[in-house]
């Protein structure tokens, strides 16, 4: 089955205390994002990712880091977590087409809470 | 700064109404136009996009959207809702390889609840 997952699925950490949020897709997709979803902002671009070892900033880069190793994942890393990155996190991924991004498939989303 | 704007925030409609949700953004060069949609408790999931051609573009569940280039819009309309459209609607804009960029700007959502 063509998916994208995230692991974790919640997580409750503390100020400082870095954490990475898996991505991981299975459609041979070029694109990769991250996204923030918060109530009445919508959702915001973290990061995003052409191919491997290509990536770029969206809107809201601000104390996160990314890196695409491989194809299939895309994690997001939190070096040190604040309360304003509580948020709810999606990944997603596109196939490239004539260098437009197509139809986003997105994961089911990483619930974080920072205290 | 390219933006996307969804001046409906909370929309309640009865079943069978007609739905019009709006959608203007600020880039004026190529774009791709897309609505996805977020029904409760699922991911989510796209319901129609434009990328050139015809600007009337039919998707998914009975829903189509209008693309007016001069107008920087892409509303999104359905003739009669149903219960089963309770969910949150996401305009969204991809500039495409003419701006340099491959970022993607949402809208802020519309929450549609209908009314059975």
């Known amino acids: 089955e063509a998916q994208v997952t995230q692991n974790p699925r919640y997580l409750i950490t503390v100020t400082g205390k870095k954490l990475t949020v898996t991505c991981s897709q299975n459609?041979?997709?070029?694109?990769m994002s991250w996204y923030r979803q918060d109530p009445g902002l919508g959702l915001r671009q973290i990061y995003y990712?052409?191919?491997?070892?290509?990536?770029d900033k969206g809107d809201v880069p601000e104390g996160y880091k990314v890196s695409r190793k491989e194809k299939r994942n895309f994690p997001l890393i939190l070096e040190s977590p604040s309360p304003n990155q509580t948020s709810l996190y999606f990944c997603?991924?596109?196939?490239?087409?004539?260098?437009?991004?197509?139809?986003?498939?997105f994961g089911p989303g990483t619930r974080l809470t920072v205290l | 700064a390219q933006s996307v704007s969804q001046h409906n925030h909370h929309v309640i409609l009865s079943e069978a109404a007609s739905l019009e949700l709006g959608c203007n953004y600020s880039?004026?060069?190529?774009?791709?136009l897309f609505w996805y949609v977020q029904y409760p408790g699922q991911h989510l999931q796209l319901l129609l996009k434009?990328?050139?051609?015809?600007?009337l573009v039919k998707g998914i569940k009975g829903f189509e959207a209008e693309f007016i280039k001069s107008k920087f819009s892409f509303n999104l309309r359905k003739p009669s809702v149903q219960w089963s459209d309770t969910a949150e609607y996401f305009c969204?804009?991809?500039?495409?390889?003419?701006?340099?960029?491959?970022?993607?700007?949402f809208g802020t959502g519309t929450r549609l609840k209908v009314l059975a």
């Open positions: 997603a991924s596109s196939r490239l087409a004539g260098g437009l991004s197509d139809t986003q498939y």
């Open positions: 459609m041979n997709h070029e694109y």
């Open positions: 990712s052409m191919n491997v070892e290509v990536t």
């Open positions: 880039y004026g060069g190529t774009v791709n």
């Open positions: 434009y990328f050139s051609g015809d600007p």
């Open positions: 969204a804009v991809n500039p495409g390889t003419t701006s340099g960029t491959y970022k993607y700007i």
